[in-house]
């Protein structure tokens, strides 16, 4: 049966789009079929990180508002036949989204794939809560900083209230991903720990991405980490984390600290203090 | 990391620079919510229905924003064509004239 995982976080910056990229691409490289969902309607960014912004020809407002099919709309992932994207609008406003035409949209979609991420935009509005509104479990993106905690707070409490599935009085599964881990800065008590983390927001951990060069390299080159450097910490986390979604038992290991370059090497830690 | 590790890592920086340029150049020219290249693609799907019975689930429209030119591929898939050019007794191939 599909699943509809909805990424989100509350907070801008945290790593969203870049999530909702990596993890769609590691579970379509398990195997899955897997739609990844831009609901950023005016400010998209999810065709730019999964590079297929010069490819974009209809978006999800012109499904809801009946000018496209949803097959027309979609896009395929020239490097994984089996990853999609439905982009947003970038000149409509977040008001052309409905709930009934969002409804119509991720039932339709529920049938061709067996994940639906849903790329949620940052804030609590309209566009943020119809991206929820259909999840079958949320995946919370968080910082290890005092403001994205307590902006993921806000969205946890929403997330088991504004949900179907939390009118319908069934337990929304919600999964922390910390992301933008500074392993180094958490141990010389700068940063927030994972387990402070936690003890905070108290949902299940789903992984923890280091801080890292990859992540922004693959932006850079419009490929979601786990295809642009499979190799690279930050990729092998988003992959088990894929993993873990799909119910996998993996224990989470806190990534080592990311190891330095020659320039980093030679000018240690002042260079970048 | 090794020496060809090394000089990759600093070649991304490039590809997102001309990708943004590519990418904005294109934004920026669209004009009332819409651009050219989907004006022209409504165009030509009309001119086309004004001749024959398109039906919208069998379009496939492909496009690749790029610099310096633009490609626009649409895919009308055109069953009755046949029938209707029998039908009227013309001796043309409106199918040809068709072919992309």
Known sequence: MAQVVVVTSGKGGVGKTTSTAALGAALAQGGENVVVVDFDVGLRNLDLVMGAERRVVFDLVNVVQGDAKLAQALIRDKRLENLSLLPASQTRDKDALTPEGVERIVGELREKFDWIICDSPAGIERGATLAMRHADMAVVVTNAEVSSVRDSDRIIGLLDSKTLRAEQGQRMPKHLLLTRYDTARASRGEMLKV???????SIPLLGIIPESQDVLRASNLGAPVTLASPASVAARAYAEAGKRLKGEQIQVTVPAAEPRGLFGKLFGRRAVA | MNLRALFRRRDSAPVARERLQVLL????????????????QEEILAVIARHVSVDRDKVQIKLDRGDPVSTLEIDVEVPSLLRA?????????PEAALRR
């Not at chain 2, 920026?28 to 819409?34: C, D, E, F, Q, Y």
């Not at chain 2, 050019?85 to 191939?93: I, M, P, Y």
Request: glycine share 16%; net charge negative; no cysteine.
């Open chain 1, 195 to 201: 387990d402070d983390v936690l003890e905070i927001l």
């Open chain 2, 25 to 40: 150049a294109h934004e920026r020219s669209a004009v009332g919510g819409s651009d050219l290249i989907a004006v022209l």
């Open chain 2, 85 to 93: 050019a029998a039908a009227s007794g013309g001796g043309r191939s």
